[in-house]
């Protein structure tokens, strides 16, 4: 808090800002959502002049509630307050860009500051961190229904498994022969790849207790396998040479990303660990810059939260209205498309037939291709806004079954209304989602 405090101060130097007074509340208080006595006596001090200027640590901490977001919005309107600095974020309030970038991240703090969210989650964390098991769960191969103790035959193909795996044979061929050998998975069916890979992925059968796919602490249950036979699977299985093909990690935001420094689209380019990444990528066959990196996981959720914000607003809806009506429907758009490729066809057969010249032909052509061109656009742009039917408006339930929906169709959605988003480069030593690094272009 001493450290935070003197970086605002800092901060306020640089800026030549008179630092006049200190509110400070603990974070217990402000996650609680209990009353915040610094807060309230800060808003006070701004709306009775005593100060004219706000320096915060974390612009997108100060607010855990979306309305006291608004309040906050209001009362800079009202007092026309343009001084609102952050240490950890480039957000500006004063503009609608910044404004839409804080409601965003307030939305998502309030989600995961939800009090029974985060009850349940420390409940998790305290079992984690014991090794203990969790509420839940299907009984784990190798276990018997306890998941505790070990089923000795099954333990034995976990075994025989983790060995195979170790000596090179592919996952999909140790799957194949079990269940040629009738040895069924947990569940009495097949093995599946992907049952036996995150079978032998899991800490679980090296008696280690993962917490959000980390391994936290030594778990109550019994090992199968040494811990050290356990890591060296997880890394091979990690290695992104490997990954490549077999089981790619899933990127939302494939060609939806863009360089700030040089315009080129970012693509995926995990960690060495395996922790999901973008970069402006450099070298064969890629022309980025390779200046730029962002972290997957935060960036996803803050584009899908952005998506799913702007799909719930009136406005949207509004313009989507307007633009579906002046949009006369995409059969148009593909007959005029249809006619022009036969016309260039047909061209292109007068040519081979010498019924005209060179010079004639790509005369001809150009306006055709011109026709094509802008049919071909106007197409796209009338069909990718189907893929927005029933999902537009706060009672469309898209919001809910987001996180259900298959990766591509959640991309479309995605790519329906944001052209692209532009990353900023990252501020050195700050490893915080900045979410002020990403500017969202939309589409609609
Ligand atoms: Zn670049």
């Known amino acids: 808090m001493r450290r935070q405090l003197a970086d605002c101060e800092r901060l306020g130097e640089r800026r030549g800002w008179e ?51 608004e309040a906050f919005i209001d009362l800079c309107d009202r007092l026309h307050l343009t001084n609102v600095a952050s240490v950890s974020g480039q957000i500006d309030l004063t503009t609608t860009d910044g404004r839409f970038q804080a409601r965003i991240l307030g939305a ?11 009850r349940i989650q420390r409940k998790h964390e305290e079992l984690a961190e014991n090794g203990k098991l969790s509420g839940g769960g299907s009984r784990p191969y190798g276990y018997n229904a306890d998941r505790l103790t070990v089923n000795p035959a099954e333990a034995e193909v976990v075994r ?7 000596a090179g044979e592919s996952i999909r061929a ?20 992907q049952t036996l890979r995150r079978m032998l992925y899991s800490g679980r059968i090296a008696g280690q207790r993962e917490h959000k796919g980390e391994i936290v602490a030594p778990a109550e249950w019994d090992a199968i396998i040494t811990t050290a036979a356990s890591a060296t699977i997880r890394a091979t299985l990690d290695d992104p040479a490997r990954r490549t093909n077999r089981s790619a990690r899933r990127y939302l935001l494939t060609r939806v990303l863009r360089c700030g420094l040089c315009g080129e689209p970012m693509v995926a380019r995990p960690r060495s660990g395996g922790q999901k990444r973008y970069a402006c990528a450099k070298g064969p066959g890629l022309s980025g810059c390779g200046h730029i990196y962002l972290g997957a996981d935060e960036a996803e959720a803050f584009v899908a939260e952005a998506v799913l914000y702007r799909l719930d607003s009136p406005e ?26 036969a016309q260039l066809a047909e061209l292109a057969d007068a040519y081979g037939n010498k019924a005209i010249g060179m010079a004639e032909w790509l005369a001809a052509r150009k306006p055709i291709e011109a026709r094509l061109t802008l049919a071909r656009k106007q197409l796209a742009k009338a069909t990718r806004t189907t893929v927005l039917d029933g999902n537009v408006g706060a009672d469309s339930g898209l919001r809910e079954r987001w996180q259900t929906l298959d990766l591509t169709r959640q991309q479309a959605i995605i790519k329906a209304v944001l052209d692209h988003v532009v990353v900023a480069p990252g501020r050195q030593g700050y490893n915080r989602f900045d979410a002020s690094r990403l500017q969202p272009v939309w589409r609609v």
């Open 19 to 69: 630092v006049v007074e200190r509110y400070v509340d603990d974070d217990v208080s402000a996650w609680s959502g209990k009353a915040r006595p610094e807060y309230a006596r800060c808003l006070d001090d701004l709306a009775s002049g005593v100060i004219d200027g706000l320096l915060v640590y974390d612009l997108d901490r100060l607010h855990r509630q979306p309305r006291e977001l």
């Open 108 to 118: 998502m703090a309030a989600k995961s500051s939800d009090d029974t969210s985060r």
């Open 160 to 166: 025989e498994c983790a060995r195979r795996f170790l």
């Open 174 to 193: 140790i799957c194949s022969d079990l269940n040629d050998r009738g040895i069924v998975a947990a569940s009495g069916g097949e093995w599946s790849p």
């Open 316 to 341: 949207f809806a509004a313009i989507l209205n307007g633009q579906q009506r002046s949009q006369p429907d995409a059969e148009r758009y593909q007959r005029e498309a249809d006619e022009a490729q």
